[in-house]
């Protein structure tokens, strides 16, 4: 079984010292917190990748729109390339938009007048190769893209912005082994980005007070959602699980300081046969810090015929999550999670797509209700009008299609005023589940005095509000 004992995770002096010092320089901004607000109240920022020009000039553009409260609607910008989802890029002021391009370029917009800043991460070439191209690599020290894994993340000042996993280094080796992600830390004043180095974690998510959340550990392998034992790899698959199951593996929650060194909150240790922990989905921030989900992979060999290789068995378990406060300080949380908040309320409670949050529970079980959690791990549910709020309910009541309704789930909530501000997703119909075309964003009364109303719906777009 794993050990708790501390251990703190590789990492160079020179990655440390620029993380800390971007950290320092990201809470010296408080000139951006006087402006006025950029988006109204509830206002909803969209984003909608579409196609322009035809032929070998045709190229993807995103097209970012603001929809008011009352669902007016304002063209903002137009950017090139498929776009970031507009519920990451917004910053938690709603004052800036951020979106990082599959070449490594990153455009920085004013969400009040569509201002557009380019920012380029050090040691990108004026000609960015792209992976699928013939090229190797750009010579020594040059960059290409790794397209549609980067995450962006956003401190909570609305003054800087971490992406991970945004670049790839190629070696003169045209050996896989020679490419590496890298995170890259933005700060508005002064625009620039700079590097978080090569030993930079999967994950670097902003607490606030210049504080950053260090996520350090492996890729959970499936089943991240349920318990269960997982099969039907292949035998070179099987192999390279068995020879990753002999290694020790570390994973670890650390805070990184304006001034000072990498602190290690906690971390574990473990080995694939007694049990590897890792950090499953995407880490949820709200008012009371980060909460990171967490599972065990077991794997083991199976007994088969000889012909059929080493067969193995990979279980995964759901374990309690670790909560992380804006403090930087580490507590187990009260309960095990099968799935992820969408959002948070101000009293740091989260809001859930289900009041059913245990393992091996996902979003789409028949009418999920929507659900609040507290720190302890207490769920109650969220009425609406004094009645279990479900997408479908939501959906019909909106006037939204009944196709949509059928395949309705929850995306987003947030609460604004007296009402909640609802984005939705179409995941199909008749019980068959595709990805998500059509979306939606509602407006419904807390208290149901107005039934919902739709602020806006369009197929591939993603939405967020502040």
Known sequence: MPSSRPRSPRSGPSVLAVVTALAAVAVASPAVAAKPAAVPAGGVLRAVTESRGSGPRQQAVTRLDIIAPDGTRRWLATLPGPGT???TGLAPDGRTFASARGDGRIFVVSVRDGRIR???????????????????????????????????RWAPSGSAFVVSRLLVRENASPSP???????????????????????????????GRGRLLRLDGPVTRGGDD???????????????????????VVTAASVVPPRGRLRVLRAVTGRG????????????????????????????????????GPAVSVSTRALRPWLVTPGGRVRTFGRRLGVDPI?????????????????????????PELAVLDARGRVRGLPVGGRPLTPVRLALEAGLPDPFAVGARFDSVLVRGGDLVVTLS???SGGIVFAPSDRAVVRVPLDGSAPARTLDHKTGASYAVR
């Open 426 to 428: 179409d995941w199909g």
């Open 85 to 87: 989802d507009a519920q």
């Open 226 to 248: 349920e318990n269960g034992t997982h099969s039907g790899f292949g035998v070179a698959e099987e192999r390279s699980i068995l020879e990753q199951a002999r290694r020790l």
């Open 118 to 152: 380019l920012l380029t991460p050090p040691g990108l070439p004026a000609r960015p190769v792209s992976p699928g191209s013939n090229r190797r690599h750009v010579g020594r020290g040059g960059w290409t893209a790794e397209t549609g894994s980067t995450t962006i």
């Open 343 to 367: 959002g948070s309320l101000p009293d740091g409670r989260w809001i859930m797509p289900t009041r059913d949050v245990g393992p091996g529970r996902t979003a789409e079980a028949p009418e």
């Open 177 to 207: 082994g020679g490419a590496t992600t890298r995170a890259v830390v933005c700060t508005l004043r002064p625009a620039r980005c700079t590097s978080a180095g090569p030993a930079a974690p999967a994950e670097l998510i902003p607490l």
């Open 273 to 308: 046969r007694t049990g590897v922990v890792s950090f499953a989905s995407q880490p949820s921030s709200g008012p009371a810090g980060v909460l990171v989900r967490r599972t065990r992979t077991r794997v083991g060999p199976v007994r088969s015929e000889p012909s059929d």
